[in-house]
C-alpha cells in the first residue's frame, strides 16, 4: 500500500516521480519569483509627492495659518519628514508621509473654513439681534 505522502491530492493514488518533481521545482520557482519581487524596489512616490505639496500649498492661506496653526504645522511637518525619507531612499516611508500631509492639510482647510462658518454665522446673529433691538426701539416710540 502507498504511503500517504506519496498519493496524489486529488485522485488518491500513487503520484508519479515526475508530478512530485514539478511540484517541488514548481514551488522553488514560486519561491524565487516572490523573493525577487521582494528585492526590487517600490517605485518613487512622485505622484503622492506631488498631490502632497499641492494640498500644503493649498492650506498654506493666511486664514488657514491664522485659523489651523496647528494643523497646518503637522502638515508642512510631514511633507518635510517625506522629503527626507524620499531623498534617503525610502519610497515607502515617503509615500506613507505624504499621504499623511495631505490629510493633515485637508483637515486645516476644513477646521479654518469650519471657523469661518462660525465667525460668519454669529456676525449674522449679532446683525439680526441690532435689527430686532431696532425694530423695537422704533416700535416702542
Known amino acids: 500500500m502507498p504511503s ?4 496524489s491530492p486529488c485522485t488518491a493514488q500513487p503520484a508519479s516521480p515526475t508530478l512530485r518533481r514539478l511540484g517541488l521545482s514548481g514551488l522553488v520557482g514560486l519561491l524565487a519569483l516572490s523573493a ?8 518613487p512616490p ?3 509627492m506631488a498631490v502632497a505639496e499641492a494640498a500644503v500649498a493649498r492650506a498654506g492661506s493666511v486664514s488657514t495659518g491664522e485659523s ?5 504645522r503637522l502638515a508642512t511637518s510631514k ?6 525619507a524620499q531623498a534617503a ?4 516611508r515617503a509615500a506613507r508621509l505624504a499621504e499623511q ?3 493633515d492639510a485637508q483637515v486645516a482647510e476644513l477646521h479654518a473654513q469650519s ?24 416700535s416702542t416710540r
Open 115 to 138: 471657523v469661518r462658518s462660525r465667525k460668519a454665522a454669529q456676525e449674522s446673529e449679532d446683525a439680526a439681534r441690532v435689527l430686532r433691538e431696532e425694530i423695537n426701539r422704533k
Open 4 to 7: 500517504p505522502s506519496n498519493l
Open 68 to 72: 489651523a496653526p496647528v494643523e497646518l
Open 46 to 48: 512622485d505622484a503622492q
Open 79 to 84: 511633507l518635510a519628514d517625506a522629503r527626507a
Open 89 to 92: 531612499g525610502q519610497p515607502l
Open 101 to 103: 500631509a495631505t490629510l
Open 36 to 43: 525577487a519581487g521582494c528585492a526590487t524596489p517600490p517605485p
